[in-house]
């Protein structure tokens, strides 16, 4: 049975029961009473008779109280099973309660610690991966001024290049995920999603990236929405396939080759890149020679 399953316990209603002790005495009635006529008027035939037809009354006396003790013994196990499955749920809620309340601290050592609870409880137990990547998306997305060089910057930074990290490390195999994220606004450092699956697409609007943007040899499944993107240092889209929509209108970025080698291979989807264009091929090409 799944710690997950919906357990019913319906309660035996007594006209079962009764209805099944008519039944028994009824029964035994019935063959007490052919014994009998088959005996005749032999004193010892009778007396077997009798015997025979009381066996017969305690042995369908014996099956519903052998029914009971099983029914009984049946609920007490589905009783232990969701008492167990209510267990774990409590345990799950308390250890994600704690690690999102280490978001919340002052300190970025503890608010690391946070993010790794979280991908242990994900990596540990399935249905909770997309409920603990929004929680992770939502934190990058939360507001951040970048620009400071002060030592709480800088530590905010480290906090979230490490979410970043948990995320991209689990769109690839060994350890996949098949997550969904939403992005959008959120402020990534150095977001390395070499390799990574996006098996829902992935929504990056008006994202800043800080560092290294590297989603080289990855794979949209779904549409890549860019849109308004600010990429303030290295972009890189080389080798990337993508399978749906492609919109990155109005990003910013300083680089002129950051599609090379990428290809479009749903030719009904739709390319919104200022600057390049698709072949017939599938291959994104810039429209002028590269710089």
Same mark, same amino acid.
């Given at each position: 049975?799944?710690?997950?399953?919906?357990?019913?316990?319906?309660?035996?209603?007594?006209?079962?029961?009764?209805?099944?002790?008519?039944?028994?005495?009824?029964?035994?009635?019935?063959?007490?009473?052919?014994?009998?006529?088959?005996?005749?008027?032999? &004193?010892? +035939? +009778?007396?077997?008779?009798?015997?025979?037809?009381?066996?017969?009354?305690?042995?369908?006396?014996?099956?519903?109280?052998?029914?009971?003790?099983?029914?009984?013994?049946?609920?007490?196990?589905?009783?232990?099973?969701?008492?167990?499955?209510?267990?774990?749920?409590?345990?799950?809620?308390?250890?994600?309660?704690?690690?999102?309340?280490?978001?919340?601290? &002052?300190?970025?050592?503890? /608010?690391?610690?946070?993010?790794?609870?979280?991908?242990?409880?994900?990596?540990?137990?399935?249905?909770? +991966?997309?409920?603990?990547?929004?929680?992770?998306?939502?934190?990058? /997305?939360? &507001?951040?001024?970048?620009?400071?060089?002060?030592?709480?910057?800088?530590?905010?930074?480290?906090?979230?290049?490490?979410?970043?990290?948990?995320?991209?490390?689990?769109?690839?195999?060994?350890?996949?995920?098949?997550?969904?994220?939403?992005?959008? /606004?959120?402020?990534?450092?150095?977001?390395?999603?070499?390799?990574?699956?996006?098996?829902?697409?992935?929504?990056?609007?008006?994202?800043?990236?800080?560092?290294?943007?590297?989603?080289?040899?990855? /794979?949209?499944?779904?549409?890549?929405?860019?849109?308004?993107?600010?990429?303030?240092?290295?972009?890189?889209?080389?080798?990337?396939?993508?399978?749906?929509?492609?919109?990155?209108?109005?990003?910013?970025?300083?680089?002129? +080759?950051?599609?090379?080698?990428?290809?479009?291979?749903?030719?009904?989807?739709?390319?919104?890149?200022?600057?390049?264009?698709?072949?017939?091929?599938?291959?994104?090409?810039?429209?002028? &020679?590269?710089?």
């Amino acid at each position: 049975m799944s710690a997950r399953q919906q357990v019913v316990l319906r309660p035996l209603r007594r006209w079962v029961v009764v209805v099944c002790a008519v039944l028994v005495v009824v029964l035994t009635a019935a063959v007490l009473v052919w014994l009998l006529a088959e005996a005749g008027s032999d &004193p010892g +035939r +009778r007396l077997e008779a009798i015997r025979t037809g009381f066996t017969v009354g305690l042995a369908g006396g014996g099956s519903i109280v052998l029914f009971l003790a099983v029914r009984r013994q049946w609920h007490q196990e589905v009783v232990a099973v969701v008492t167990t499955r209510d267990a774990d749920e409590r345990r799950l809620t308390d250890l994600y309660v704690k690690a999102t309340e280490h978001l919340g601290s &002052p300190l970025a050592q503890v /608010r690391i610690a946070g993010l790794y609870a979280l991908e242990r409880l994900a990596q540990e137990n399935p249905h909770q +991966r997309q409920v603990v990547a929004d929680v992770v998306t939502a934190y990058l /997305r939360m &507001p951040f001024a970048y620009g400071d060089e002060d030592l709480e910057t800088q530590q905010e930074l480290h906090v979230r290049r490490s979410a970043g990290t948990i995320l991209t490390t689990h769109l690839r195999e060994p350890e996949f995920w098949g997550v969904t994220l939403d992005l959008s /606004r959120a402020v990534l450092v150095d977001f390395n999603a070499r390799g990574c699956v996006f098996t829902g697409g992935l929504n990056c609007e008006k994202a800043v990236f800080i560092g290294t943007a590297r989603f080289t040899d990855a /794979r949209f499944a779904g549409v890549a929405r860019f849109v308004g993107a600010d990429f303030r240092d290295t972009s890189r889209f080389t080798g990337v396939t993508f399978e749906d929509d492609v919109l990155f209108a109005g990003v910013r970025s300083r680089d002129t +080759r950051w599609f090379l080698g990428a290809t479009l291979t749903n030719h009904r989807a739709v390319l919104d890149i200022p600057g390049f264009h698709v072949e017939p091929d599938g291959t994104i090409n810039p429209d002028g &020679p590269a710089r």
